[in-house]
């Protein structure tokens, strides 16, 4: 960035961060940040200049660089909307020593951006760019910035470790069927309505009804499935990957049936982040896990819990004759819903029937139900070769999918791109 003449006009994006640790102390509120720097354009900035937008990352770490207010800054400086970045000090939009040398003296450069803060050392790259370049004040400040994350987040782990303990719950959500205690939120209290529905779950499957039949109750009774349940309390939660349909499942079930915290113990700690930087998590040994019993009312009685726990132990029966995949494992899909086809046996005959109706609720598809020889014969006929010889190697060769629709039709989908259909009443 040239130095030798002002430009015609500064556009000015503001940034502030706030972490949770910075919320203790006032004088790092975002209100606070805000008045400063606006008053310092307002009063001590010297040239033109116009304001792009204040960018906010509250309750953000400053260890990387994945806050979303700071990539839309970036995204803005990139874009040549942003030419000047202004914040209260260094520490504010770094933490990191790495990220802080990239963007001073790499990123900005490159994208003739001005960067200022107001802290100590007082930063301005358009009119001290040797010191940024050069100087041994910055980048040592940047190191003691890094130095400072990482002794915070040794702090903040051994606080947290020692709430574990203890049995003190430090989770963001309670667990369903639980709320945090108004006068202590590391207490758990139950939650009458999820209570409920958590100890008719047990009771079921104490009584013998499956996984599955039990999701499948639960759904028609229009329950929602703990995420839903905790979206419609208010709660800002989301589980990860993809946004769910609001209905239990097999897998739900079970991973309720197996938490030892309705029984009132408290397990914690099954997951922990990389490092201060690295804000990925990772499985942690069960032995490592901190197990505090007795810390909150149980849900279900221990006798009712540890009968649970002995039926979800034994391993499931195969039926005859399944002890390798279905030839259609893999490959078959509802035309209605995108869910899996479950197999059933009725009558002497092999059918394949919409899981999302069989096993989720009886409202959310339709059947989509077909007959296994049938089914057998079309593909045969797609591919040009006797049922005999349709064996799971030639699907698979062969087809991306096979969707099932009502009425008797299917269509397929080769892997070399098209689709096709077939009607199998014309078998």
Known sequence: MPTT?????WQVGVYLRLSKEDARRESASIANQRAILLDYLNHEFQDPWTLTQVYTDDGRTGTDDSRPAFQSLIRDVERGKVNCVLCKTLSRAFRNYADQGYYLEEFFPRHRTRFIALGSPRVDSYLHPDAVQWGLEIPINGILNDRYAAKTSADVRRTLDMKRRRGEFIGSFAPYGYAKDPENKHALVPDPAAAQVVRQVFQWYAQGLGQGGIAQKLNEAHVPNPTAYKTAQGLHYRRPGQAGDGLWSAGSIGRLLKNPVYAGTMVQGRQEVVSYKVHETRAVP???WFVVENTHPPLVPPE?????????RQPARRPPGEAAPHLFAGLL???????????????GFVYYTCSTHRRKSKTACTPHTIRADRLRL?????????PEDVDRP????KLQEILVEEGGRVRFLPLDGGEASFNLTKI
């Open 304 to 312: 009712v819990f540890q009968q649970v726990q002995t039926r979800l």
């Open 286 to 288: 069960e032995g490592a």
């Open 378 to 386: 079309a593909v045969a006929a797609q591919l040009g070769v006797s």
């Open 333 to 347: 899909r509802c035309a209605g819903c995108g869910g899996a086809m479950s197999r059933k046996t009725a009558k």
């Open 394 to 397: 030639l699907l698979f060769n």
């Open 5 to 9: 003449h002002t430009p015609h006009l």
